[in-house]
C-alpha cells in the first residue's frame, strides 16, 4: 500500500518468498494465485530481491536457526529493519550487532504513518479505490487490517478519515 509513495525501500529474499508461498498453500490458496501474487510483488517491486547471502547464514545467531536466512538477506541489503511478526526470534542485542532492528508490522506502519500522515492516507484511498472480490469500502477495509492484526495501523488510518 504504502511502498508506491517511497518511505522505505522494499527487500525480500528468495527464502522468504518461499515461507510466503508455503504460508499461502497452507490457508489453502490455490497455485494460480499463489503465482500471480508473487508476480504482482516482482512486477511492483523490481529491485526488491536480495540475492548472494547465503555465506553469512551459518555465522548468525538467532533462537530459530531457520529464521537466520532473515538476517543475513537483510545484513546482505544493508537494511535497517526487519518487519515481523515474529519479534521474540529476532532478539534485539543480537541485531543490534548488525545495526539492524525488528519491528512489528503494526508498529512498522503506524511510524509510516506517522512519518506523513497526508501521504498515507492518500495510499490508503487508493488501496480501497483499487480493492477488488470482494469491493470493501475504508471502513470494511479498516476491519480487514484489524482482523490480520493491524490494530494499531487500522486505529490511526480510521482516526484520519
Not at 112 to 137: T, W, Y
Not at 141 to 150: A, C, E, I, M, S
Amino acid at each position: 500500500m504504502v511502498a508506491h509513495y517511497d518511505p522505505f525501500t522494499v527487500k525480500w529474499s528468495s527464502g522468504i518468498c518461499d515461507e510466503w508461498i508455503k504460508v499461502m498453500r497452507a490457508k489453502g490458496v490455490d497455485e494460480q494465485t499463489i503465482a500471480k501474487r508473487v508476480q504482482r510483488m516482482s512486477d511492483a517491486f523490481p529491485d526488491a530481491l536480495v540475492e548472494n547471502y547465503d555465506g553469512l547464514i551459518d555465522a548468525l545467531e538467532l533462537p530459530d536457526r531457520d529464521d537466520r536466512h532473515v538476517l543475513a538477506a537483510a545484513i546482505k541489503a544493508n537494511a535497517n529493519l526487519i518487519v515481523t511478526n515474529n519479534l521474540s526470534d529476532f532478539p534485539a542485542a543480537e541485531l543490534a550487532k548488525y545495526g539492524l532492528e525488528a519491528k512489528s508490522a503494526d508498529d512498522f506502519l503506524t511510524d509510516i504513518i506517522d512519518l506523513n500522515q497526508s501521504r498515507a492516507l492518500e495510499a490508503f484511498k487508493e488501496l480501497v479505490a483499487n480493492r477488488r472480490s470482494p469491493e470493501l469500502d475504508a471502513y470494511q477495509v479498516l476491519d480487514q487490517f484489524r482482523k490480520v492484526g493491524l490494530k494499531n495501523t487500522a486505529d490511526y488510518l480510521h482516526a484520519l478519515l
